[in-house]
């Protein structure tokens, strides 16, 4: 088959000196089996390695493929500390909720915008938050947040919104935003992509967590437990 971008999203042993790898490229997720990756002069160990831009080919139709190729397409985007628990993140949303060989161009395209945004950028918040509102799009799950789900009349800045799972924003009777409601103006923000203060940044990370949770389920996700072990060596 053609040669396609791709980046590795999750690997584990295979028997005595390869691996099962599981990549991320424009044609979706991708189970493969790459023979003899694990021995000590392989070519392979350098490049199967997350947010490593990597060219890959393979052969087989359905379920679980073989790596007959690979190339690097540049240098190992450079993730640390927070950004790399971002980016870790980002690869296990991926891992868990993308369908095997169905096709996500645009998600792609946002996933490699994405790593170039951690490596850069000082804040991650925005750059997860708009990844996850994307991926909840992309996968059939997004949400209106420009008009009322019940009534369809826009949504109002000032009014306070409670989120239905499967249907969206409906207006909630209280005048001020309650535990479990949404300010007006964050839908508006979520609406456009665009967070310019702390608030509506914690209120897309709620609502994200909400509706990502039905798909996730109970899996743990080892990038939460990272971030969580850096909250308690930062106030120590």
């Known amino acids: 088959m053609d040669r396609q971008a791709a980046f590795v999203l999750h690997s584990r042993p295979y028997r005595e000196t390869s691996q099962l790898v599981e990549v991320f490229c424009a044609s979706g997720r991708v189970s493969l089996v790459a023979r003899g990756s694990r021995r000590p002069r392989s070519p392979l160990r350098a490049l199967l390695q997350p947010f490593m831009p990597i060219e890959l080919a393979w052969q087989g139709q359905r379920g679980l493929k073989t790596l007959i190729a ?3 397409l540049g240098t190992p985007i450079a993730l640390r500390e927070v950004a790399l628990y971002s980016g870790l993140y980002l690869n296990e949303l991926l891992y868990y909720l993308l369908e095997p060989d169905t096709t996500y161009p645009v998600l792609f395209s946002a996933y490699q915008q994405s790593l170039d945004w951690l490596a850069r950028l000082e804040a991650p918040e925005p750059v997860l938050r708009q990844f996850e509102l994307l991926l909840l799009d992309e996968l059939g799950y997004g949400v209106d947040f420009s008009c009322d789900a019940h009534t369809g009349a826009a949504i109002e800045p000032d009014g ?3 989120y239905l799972a499967e249907c ?17 103006s964050d839908l508006q923000a979520m609406a456009c992509r665009h967070f310019s203060d702390v608030q509506q940044l914690q209120a897309a990370k709620r609502f994200c967590r909400l509706a990502l949770h039905p798909h996730l389920g ?7 437990e990272l971030f969580q072990q850096l909250a308690v060596r930062r106030m120590q």
């Open 218 to 224: 109970n899996r743990p996700l080892k990038s939460r």
């Open 70 to 72: 690979a190339e690097p």
């Open 168 to 184: 969206g924003f409906v207006r909630h009777t209280a005048e001020r935003p309650t535990r479990e409601g949404f300010r007006g």
């Open 160 to 162: 306070v919104y409670l």
